[in-house]
């Protein structure tokens, strides 16, 4: 037995203690799965006539389309659209028809109803709304109003340009800014909710729920058994409290439901949860929060079926909700993502071609929203169209920091010259030309690298950057020459022997000694003695950069 054939309800209205006429009308329709609430206005009784008038045309116009609303109920995809739509052509009627009888008697003038609708199908529930009536919904122990109230109040409320303590002493702060009759046609709100095993609704008109401060104060009267106790409760609680108008309660309990409803009830609360999580829709309300999920659609895909394909126009925003899915671009793959990833949001404001394919690893569930169905949010609900579009520009503005921070990491990377191949590499293949030729490089550097190294016993050659550290900053102008041919290469062969300039020794001062072989042809300092630049260094000498000449200095014999 399915949740339509399950239903349980009660119903009751009461003129209050202060009104000599109830102006209050309800429908129940069990087979229809129909329930409404009316609350009619504009005296001598033309608000009983505005009630009774749209409760009766909106329950002909949807008996009428019944197999329709049957087939659309049992449909995947369209039939909440479809249902929709009748029920939103069945208020314009029902608002046609009151203006009409309006114009057609002075008495009458000015009259006109709200009108709460709630109709099931399927697994669906299906609302029409117009006024200050209310609906509420208790799932899972947590109360929520369904419906927004179309009352001066509340949008003074919702524009914040006064505080509660400041509208309270608004004289027609209670009046409403939509009603059914008043004009030809009139703005209609429409919601679709997925029904689940144990959900409750209330239809309350102003009379009950102008009580009520906090829905929390509801919450013994769903709980009570009996539906009929409940709603004679509620009236009771209304003429406790005042009773200052008419007061009317239809309260619709759901059946227990069977195993696929079990599993869907598991789905659409980790549905609520993964939504919740994104930014984009972090900061909203129960009520809003509806809203974004009736038009959130699951969609089960195959191992290897793509979801989207590089190039192809994109108008859908995609989350994750159960499996894997690998975001590639031909055979490179970018990244896998699981429950609660989403890809795709720039598509809900563009239509742009989609950057890489997506692909179900394994047997996955999608949840995708449509940019048509993002715009009809942004269309009809005003309020939170603002909160989505501050949502996406904080989306868009931390994509844009981090694509900053990230080009920025790119240019210190190649602006970064990594030299220590250059260094330390034996340079058998060109190395040391290449290094040579860097601009990047001083010509201090340059002569780092360009020092011969000596015999080492261990095979290690002297280490370069002591020498590079070594190196003094670049001599004058006037020294110049004598400086850079120094540090360049080494003098060759002189007949004198002499030593290179800039050494802090003299001729005088060296003994004759052997020439080591090899390109040199100076000989190497004593042990303790400082070398200049370019020359090898015996063990124990100092290796020092090349200074300006010293005067000659003599040491003891």
């Known amino acids: 037995m399915g949740l339509a054939e399950s239903i349980r309800f009660s119903a009751s209205t009461d003129v209050g203690r202060l009104r000599d006429h109830n102006e209050d009308n309800y429908l129940v329709d069990k087979n229809l799965c129909l329930f409404i609430v009316a609350d009619g206005m504009g005296g001598h009784a033309a608000g009983e006539v505005a009630s009774a008038l749209a409760v009766r045309i909106v329950h002909e116009e949807l008996k009428r389309e019944r197999e329709t609303i049957e087939a659309a109920g049992a449909a995947s995809r ?4 479809t249902i929709l739509h009748l029920m939103e052509q069945a208020v314009q009627r029902a608002c046609a028809k009151i203006h009409e009888e309006a114009r057609a008697d002075v008495a009458k003038r000015g009259m006109g109803t709200t009108l709460s609708v709630l109709l099931f199908a399927g697994a669906h529930g299906f609302i029409a709304h117009v006024g200050d009536s209310r609906i509420y919904l208790l799932r899972d122990g947590r109360i929520q109003q369904v419906t927004e109230d179309h ?6 409320v919702k524009r914040g340009k006064l505080s509660r303590e400041q509208i309270e002493k608004v004289a027609q702060k209670n009046a409403i800014t939509r009603a059914v009759g008043v004009y030809e046609r009139v703005e209609v709100d429409t919601l679709t909710i997925e029904v689940l095993p144990g959900d409750q609704f209330l239809l309350a008109s102003d009379g009950l729920h102008g009580y ?12 009570e058994a009996d539906p009929q106790v409940a709603t004679l409760g509620l009236i009771d609680l209304a003429n406790h409290k005042g009773g200052k108008d008419n007061i009317t309660a239809v309260l619709v309990r759901l059946g227990e439901g069977d195993a696929r409803d079990s599993v869907r ?21 129960e009520r809003e929060l509806l809203r974004v999920m009736q038009v959130a659609e699951v969609i089960a895909y195959k191992a290897d079926d793509v979801v989207v394909s590089e190039g192809d126009r994109g108008d859908e925003l995609f989350i994750v909700l159960s499996g894997m899915v690998r975001i590639h671009k031909g055979d490179m793959v970018l990244l896998e993502i699981g429950p609660g990833d989403h890809f795709g949001e ?19 569930e999608l949840i ?15 309020e939170l169209a603002v909160k989505l579009l501050w949502q996406f520009l904080g989306v868009l503005a931390d994509r844009l920091d981090q694509t900053s921070r990230d080009l920025s990491s790119a240019r210190q990377e190649l602006a970064a010259e990594d030299i220590s191949d250059a260094i330390f590499s034996e340079p058998d293949d060109g190395t040391l030309d290449r290094a040579l030729r860097r601009p990047s490089l001083t010509p201090f550097a340059a002569a780092a690298l360009a020092a011969p190294r000596p015999p080492s016993t261990t095979g290690a050659p002297l280490a370069a950057p002591a020498i590079a550290i070594a190196a003094p900053r670049p001599p004058s102008t006037t020294e110049a020459p004598r400086a850079a041919a120094t540090i360049a290469a080494p003098k060759p062969p002189s007949t004198m022997g002499a030593p290179l300039a800039g050494s802090a020794r003299t001729p005088s001062m060296l003994p004759p000694r052997p020439r080591p072989p090899g390109p040199m042809s100076m000989p190497p300092p004593a042990p303790g003695a400082v070398a200049p630049i370019g020359v090898a260094a015996e063990p124990g000498a100092v290796v020092a950069a090349p200074v300006q000449d010293a005067p000659e200095r003599t040491t003891g014999s």
């Open 346 to 364: 720039m598509a809900l404001i563009r239509a742009a071609p989609r950057s890489a394919t997506a692909t179900a690893v394994e047997a996955s």
């Open 265 to 285: 009830a598991r789905r659409l609360a980790l549905k609520r949860e993964l939504l919740l999580k994104m930014p984009l829709f972090a900061r909203l309300n």
């Open 78 to 81: 369209g039939g909440p659209r």
């Open 368 to 382: 995708a929203i449509r940019r048509t169905d993002f715009f009809e949010i942004l269309r009809k609900e005003h």
């Open 151 to 156: 009352t001066v109040f509340n949008e003074l």
């Open 212 to 223: 009520i401060n906090h829905p929390a104060e509801l919450e013994p009267y769903f709980e």
